[in-house]
């Protein structure tokens, strides 16, 4: 008779675990209780209104320099340095 109780104690352990995961599973996963933000949410867009401080100061068209001043771009040599070993 005892061979019984052990193999049903045998039995829980996995049941027992699947059973945690399918509820930890579904308490995360929330996907009974999800929705489609897209299909369920509106949005109403209105136009931007600015206020007196948003004024237009200055205005840059096109690229007035093809470079920037003391860049490296050419000096790969500078920008990328050798990991150096002291044998220490």
Avoid at 17 to 30: D, H, P, Q
Wanted: proline content about 2%; aromatic content about 8%; glycine content about 12%.
């Amino acid at each position: 008779m005892s061979d019984d109780g052990g193999l049903a104690l045998l039995l829980l352990g996995p049941a027992g675990g699947a059973g945690l995961y399918w509820m930890l599973y579904r308490y995360y996963r929330n996907t009974d209780k999800s929705h489609a933000f897209e299909r369920e949410t509106v949005v109403d867009a209105k136009p931007v209104t600015g206020s007196e401080r948003d004024r237009k100061i200055d205005e840059i068209k096109g690229t007035r320099e093809s470079r920037i001043d003391g860049d490296n771009l050419r000096e790969y040599r500078k920008r990328v340095q050798r990991i150096r070993d002291d044998g220490s």
